[in-house]
């Protein structure tokens, strides 16, 4: 099977952080445990047959640090809830994010305000994620949003234009908040449209919803998002060098 599977690639225009991890940089070089916190619903949970992204970045980033910060234990703390949303994932930010103390959360969002959306107001799912992010940022802490995913169940007729308004929706609070956003949906369709990744590929084979990622391309955006955080950790490092010199 793996030599059916695509090669893609990862653009550093689409997965740059927009704002440096200082908090993150900060932490690693504190010498104690690292935790980073992944909030979200079901892409951050996992299903059965499919290893959660948190799990593996988590082996990504040790890996990373391993030789520059051999004694520093890096900890993804998985806080994802399969069909949940913004509202009720902002209710669990002081037992799943605050008593952690993390220096970073990811926070995946969105996707089931398109996808179920008989069952969510829209726009008080969009106010919600500004609140939780105004929230959050009277903590020390890095935050990163994460969009939905681009499969086939967010690109139906009724649901293609609702997921747009999303993606941008999100970015606006992101721009507003100075945080970043992991453009997960703009990475996906980069893969569908140059690298002709088939939604077969990027669809898990035993979600007939059509809504969840496969194993192989969670594992794909698990290696983008550790870049994409590692490489924010080292514009924060030049920073705070900047402003020590």
Not at 26 to 50: C, E, F, I, K
Request: aromatic share 8%.
């Amino acid at each position: 099977m793996s030599e059916s599977l695509p090669v893609v690639d990862i653009p550093q225009g689409i997965i740059k952080l927009e704002r440096p991890l200082s908090n993150f940089f900060d932490a690693l070089r504190g010498g104690g445990p690292v935790r980073v916190v992944a909030m979200g619903s079901s892409s951050t949970a996992g299903r059965a047959d499919v290893v959660p992204y948190p799990y593996r970045l988590e082996m990504y980033l040790r890996q990373h640090y391993a030789e520059p910060l051999p004694n520093v234990r890096i900890d993804v703390l998985n806080r994802g809830r399969g069909g949940e949303e913004a509202p009720k994932e902002f209710d669990r930010f002081d037992a799943d994010i605050f008593c952690d103390n993390p220096p970073l959360v990811l926070w995946q969002v969105g996707t089931n305000a398109v996808f179920r959306k008989q069952d969510f107001n829209f726009k008080e799912v969009v106010d919600k994620i500004a609140e939780g992010v105004r929230l959050l940022a009277k903590h020390p802490i890095d935050v990163v949003l994460i969009d939905p995913q681009y499969v086939t169940a967010m690109l139906r007729d009724d649901k293609a234009e609702l997921s747009e308004t999303m993606v941008s929706e999100i970015r606006k609070i992101a721009d507003e908040a100075k945080i970043s956003v992991f453009q997960r949906w703009a990475l996906m369709r980069h893969w569908h449209v140059s690298n002709e990744v088939s939604f077969e590929q990027l669809l898990d084979p035993t979600d007939g919803d059509k809504l969840h990622q496969s194993d192989w391309s969670t594992l794909q955006v698990s290696k983008a998002l550790c870049k994409a955080i590692t490489d924010a950790t080292t514009a924060a490092g030049w920073l705070a060098a900047g402003q020590k010199s």
